[in-house]
């Protein structure tokens, strides 16, 4: 996946994702209500998501589901964060992470895991 998603496509992203199929009306209708957007402005968005390829929008009612799951962008954002913030560094980033606000005894445990795991 080459291309990234900019703030206001991630925005739209997380309401197709939770809302998955979703109408582009009922988009525009949720943006409106936590984003304060209008219409022409979610449109907009939703047409730059679509010629990027993170959706597909399909007639009647311009239905929009995704084509890349939350999982698989979370995974290419924390890759392109580790590469451009902490040079490639994971362990610096876990650093910038967990020193100012120390770990519960739940999360330690969750992270051993994955780091077992991987």
Do not use: H
Not at 22 to 27: L, M, Q, V, Y
Not at 105 to 115: D, K, T
């Amino acid at each position: 996946m080459k291309e990234k998603l900019f703030d206001s496509e991630a925005k739209i992203m997380e309401i197709i994702w939770k809302k998955s199929p979703i109408s582009a009306k009922e988009i525009s209708l949720i943006a409106a209500d936590t984003i304060g957007w209008n219409k022409n402005t979610t449109y907009t968005v939703i047409k730059k998501l679509e010629a990027k390829g993170f959706i597909k929008r399909e007639d009647p009612g311009f239905i929009c589901t995704p084509l890349v799951s939350q999982t698989q962008m979370q995974k290419v954002e924390a890759t392109s964060l580790v590469k451009k913030v902490f040079g490639g560094s994971r362990r610096a980033l876990f650093s910038a992470l967990i020193e100012d606000e120390p770990l519960s005894g739940e999360e330690i445990n969750e992270l051993r895991r994955l780091i077992d795991k991987g």
